[in-house]
């Protein structure tokens, strides 16, 4: 029967490796808090959550003796805190591993390894194994204890391993078990990660005192956009139906998709993600649409170019800034973020900046 182990001298049990390998997509959430206090002509938006809340969904393709430990380990300790291995931070050394090491080659600063924590071992894409992280340098980890059972023989290349950090979680929702047959299935487990990280904001562009962000939308699939305002339709039931304007405010909202290629900006995205807070901070983004057209030819020596509005009659604004991004869902999948923002910067036809 597989359980938790007991400790002497305790009675609670140290957190459960959850140590099964990610060969199938896996989804990240990230959930604010952000109450917007609404007016007529503006808004004000105030934070409820300094971190984010992190949930990870994990599919996992395994035999029939996979299956079993997985619903195992589900049965004892569902309601307890688990050690969970963040395959979409995971990493490849940068040098072979040997029995006896106490340090791993590896680029630190695109990953969530912690001092005191732990990292995850796997080899050929198997289960993970355990090791204690002594300190964290910018090119290494050195380990609180030497290299032995994590390893299948003496020396293991660097191709064949994948190094990952773990962090505490707890599960949010029903371990689920689908089998294609007796020996071939896919478990599926979300956990809510504590002690989310303090990412440092990254160096962007700036615009009028907001970051820009520059990276280029991958069209992963088609783009949606949404334009509304605010009204009141007044109706008594006899006459001709009344719309009132409730706020002054127009609305675009517009759903796009970044990839990140590459551990590198993943890690940059992310750290963009933590600084604009949600709702709370403002940005510039590219509009993706052709709103605005050329006014005068530009070589490459030239440091200003003339725009307008493409010429509509009756649109008096144009849309050309995101202001701020909605609470949820921010989700990614190995790299891909699917972001919603709402667009409340115009220009007007004498080029000033007006906030709708």
Known sequence: MIGRPMYAGSDAS??????????????????????????RAGEQRIALRPRPREIITLRHRLDALGMARAA?????GFADEWQVPLWHMALQPGSDLAQGATEILIDTGVSDFRSGGL????????????????????????????????????????????????????STSAIEISRRRQGDGTVT?????????DLATPVLPTYL?????????????????????????????????????????????????????????????????????????SFWL??????????????SGSAMMRVAPVSTSGIQRTPVAADDIQDCPLAGRRGEIIAHYRWVEYVDDAGRHVRA
């Open 189 to 197: 487990a979300s956990f809510m990660l504590r002690d989310a990280p």
């Open 286 to 299: 590219p509009t993706w649409g052709n709103e605005l057209q050329v006014r005068a030819a530009m070589t």
């Open 119 to 170: 990292a995850a071992i796997a080899v050929d894409g198997g289960a993970a194994a355990p090791v204690a992280i002594a300190s964290v340098q910018s090119d290494r980890l050195t380990l609180a204890e030497q290299l032995a059972l994590q390893l299948p023989s003496p020396t293991v290349a660097a191709r064949r391993i994948t190094v990952a950090p773990i962090r505490a979680a707890v």
């Open 209 to 281: 005192g907001r970051p820009v962000q520059t990276d280029p939308s991958v069209v992963r699939r088609p783009l949606s956009a949404s334009l509304r305002r605010a009204v009141e339709y007044v109706d008594n039931g006899f006459g001709p139906v009344v719309v009132e304007p409730m706020r002054d405010v127009f609305e675009r909202g517009e759903a796009t998709t970044l990839k990140a290629q590459g551990p590198t900006a993943r890690w940059t995205l992310r750290r963009w993600l933590w600084s604009i807070r949600s709702r709370q901070a």
């Open 72 to 76: 195992e380990l589900a049965r004892a």
């Open 14 to 39: 140290p957190p459960v490796l959850w140590p099964f390998p990610a060969a199938q997509e896996i989804t990240e959430v990230l959930e604010w808090r952000t109450d917007v206090l609404t007016s």
